[in-house]
């Protein structure tokens, strides 16, 4: 069974940094295109960035571009999610997922439903 696995959440200040790693296992990590999403408290989860496996193109949503970095390893199977200077509305549950179709249109990229497999998600908190 594909699974995905995040770690590195925790609490930090704003103006802070944290890096999420999402581990993948049980599949051909290299071809699939991986994604993060995070859902706030009584709000829907939304795009925070991708990154595509033909040749690492990036993508990010307005709202953490400059700030945020999305990479990958393919030889560790994992994808990471490099986050400086957090705000308060950073505060989430951040989830890993990824996806077998290779088609990097930026209204199939952001959205929920191109997605096949996801991770538990990793709560990220950070204080004003």
């Known amino acids: 069974q594909v699974q995905l696995v995040e770690s590195g959440g925790g609490l930090v200040q704003a103006g802070g940094s944290l890096r999420l790693t999402c581990t993948a296992s049980?599949?051909?990590?290299?071809?699939?295109?991986m994604g993060w999403f995070r859902q706030a408290p009584g709000k829907e989860r939304e795009f925070v960035a991708a990154?595509?496996?033909?040749?690492?193109?990036?993508d990010y949503a307005d709202s953490v571009k400059g700030r945020f970095t999305i990479s990958r390893d393919n030889a560790k199977n994992t994808v990471s999610l490099q986050m400086n200077v957090l705000k308060p509305e950073d505060t989430a549950v951040y989830y890993c997922s990824a996806s077998v179709r290779d088609d990097w249109r930026r209204g199939v990229v952001v959205v929920q439903e191109s997605y096949d497999v996801w991770g538990q998600g990793t709560q990220v908190t950070v204080s004003s």
């Open positions: 049980r599949l051909t990590f290299r071809y699939w295109n």
């Open positions: 990154i595509r496996w033909t040749d690492s193109t990036t």
